[in-house]
């Protein structure tokens, strides 16, 4: 065997340094002493600036990712946050947009209850108030139905009111419910005033159903844009003195002689709901006197003859 392929180190026995125990003591020594140190004395202080500033580059670097991770998170979290409180505002900002207008409704039809009821007490002749339920399924007429019936008094040609003017007149009356023939209904008339000149005439419904028309009044008449035409009483069923109408435009015909003279309802039937049926006029009047009664002791000493 050559001798350069001989072991020469020495043998494990050797080759034993301090045991592990000495060791650990030794090394636990030392990190004691150098945190004391340190602690005390700020030795290792300048060797820690040193690393720190060349290691910042690295971290920075490192850190990178994960800054990009957590900037994406908290964006993608405040977009559907944002997101998240924008549709709650909307849904706020309608509920609020639900109640501005239910308080607005309600104030209007607070103010037109107030006016019925000033316009009840106002009236003397005996009246009930009605909702109106639904416009009448005829298309070609405009009649609407009320929930009052005959079961609370109310009859046929009953006058329909509300707080601006007359509306129209109840033409059939069902149990709990019944119908009412608006102005503008191509059928319907009523017997009318000119405040201005305290003429009388009538109007009719047009057949458009969208206003009225006096109708057979002279080219020459004096009817004039803008006169307020009332009812006048005399028909036995409106009491006098409710608005009806204004005069809208005036179309003389000179070679038919008569004049077209359009009106528009002082009352807009499409926009209310609350109304007030009154009592015919003529239901309250008194009755007429019975003419052969009133004879009959005239007529007993006729027959009685003179005594001989």
Do not use: C
């Not at 909307?90 to 501005?100: C, I, P, S, W």
């Not at 609407?144 to 040609?157: C, K």
């Amino acid at each position: 065997m050559p001798l350069g392929t001989l072991d020469r180190t020495p043998p494990p026995f050797f080759r034993q340094g301090p045991s592990a125990f000495t060791r650990m003591v030794f090394f636990s020594a030392l990190a004691l002493f150098l945190m004391v140190a340190d602690t005390r004395f700020k030795v290792t202080q300048p060797l820690r600036a040193i690393v720190a500033t060349v290691l910042n580059p690295v971290e920075r670097v490192l850190r990178t990712p994960v800054d990009l991770w957590q900037g994406a998170a908290d964006y993608l979290g405040g977009l559907q946050q944002a997101r998240s409180e924008e549709t709650r505002a909307k849904v706020l900002l309608v509920q609020q947009a639900e109640r501005a207008a239910k308080v607005e409704q309600l104030q209007q039809e607070n103010a037109r209850l107030r006016a019925l009821l000033e316009l009840r007490g106002a009236l003397k002749v005996r009246s009930q108030t009605a909702e109106v339920l639904y416009d009448a399924p005829d298309p070609y007429s405009r009649k609407v139905i009320i929930d009052r019936g005959n079961r609370d008094g109310l009859v046929i040609s009953s006058p329909v009111i509300n707080e601006a003017g007359v509306l129209g007149q109840v033409t059939r009356v069902f149990p709990y419910s019944a119908e009412v023939t608006l102005l503008t209904d191509k059928e319907a008339a009523i017997p009318v005033l000119n405040s201005r000149t305290q003429a009388r005439s009538a109007a009719f419904g047009n057949s458009a159903g969208a206003g009225l028309e006096l109708r057979f009044m002279a080219g020459n008449a004096d009817v004039q844009v803008g006169d307020l035409l009332s009812t006048s009483g005399v028909d036995g069923v409106y009491p006098s003195g409710l608005p009806v109408a204004k005069v809208v435009s005036v179309d003389r015909k000179v070679e038919t002689g008569f004049a077209r003279i359009a009106l528009a309802p002082i009352a807009e039937p499409d926009s209310v709901r609350h109304v007030l049926v009154l009592e015919p006029v003529g239901i309250q009047m008194p009755p007429r006197p019975d003419t052969p009664l009133a004879d009959e002791p005239a007529k007993a000493k006729r027959e009685k003859g003179p005594k001989r």
